[in-house]
């Protein structure tokens, strides 16, 4: 992970971040409190957010880069060109292991990942550097079960 090395042009990065920042103060989090905010740049320049949504069932719950992937999903968007998450943490908020799947199926490995604090602190990745072995399709050896 590269700490504050820009990926695209510094107005394109921020513009993802804030979208992200916006989503995040939409979190509904009664229990935990950790309100996260993602968003997803598509090929023709369009953002779509997403925020964490927590369930009194925990398993129900649903992360904020997720819920943006199913929404960039359910409305056939272009390509995804780079993502963003934000949290209010110490250091730059992370992904977790489902997220990374999720974003390891929908986006190339190259895909720019930021990860970002409220206080300004970011680290830049890519998808594939957040899940190197990453199942997939191939994984399948050609079958589909559904």
Request: glycine letters at 6%; one cysteine or more.
């Amino acid at each position: 992970m590269r700490e504050n090395e820009p990926i695209e042009s510094s107005e394109t990065a921020n513009r993802v971040l804030e979208a992200a920042k916006q989503a995040r103060n939409l979190a509904y989090v009664p229990y935990s409190n950790f309100a996260v905010g993602a968003a997803l740049l598509t090929d023709d320049g369009e953002l779509v957010s997403g925020c964490n949504i927590e369930n009194a069932s925990y398993g129900l719950t649903n992360c904020a880069e997720r819920t943006a992937v199913f929404k960039w999903a359910s409305e056939q968007k272009r390509p995804i060109r780079m993502v963003a998450v934000v949290a209010d943490v110490p250091r730059p908020v992370s992904p977790c292991g489902a997220c990374r799947q999720v974003l390891a199926e929908f986006c190339q490995p190259e895909t720019p990942v930021i990860l970002a604090n409220l206080n300004g602190q970011i680290k830049q990745t890519t998808v594939g550097e957040l899940l190197p072995f990453s199942f997939s399709k191939e994984d399948l050896h050609g079958e589909q079960s559904f």
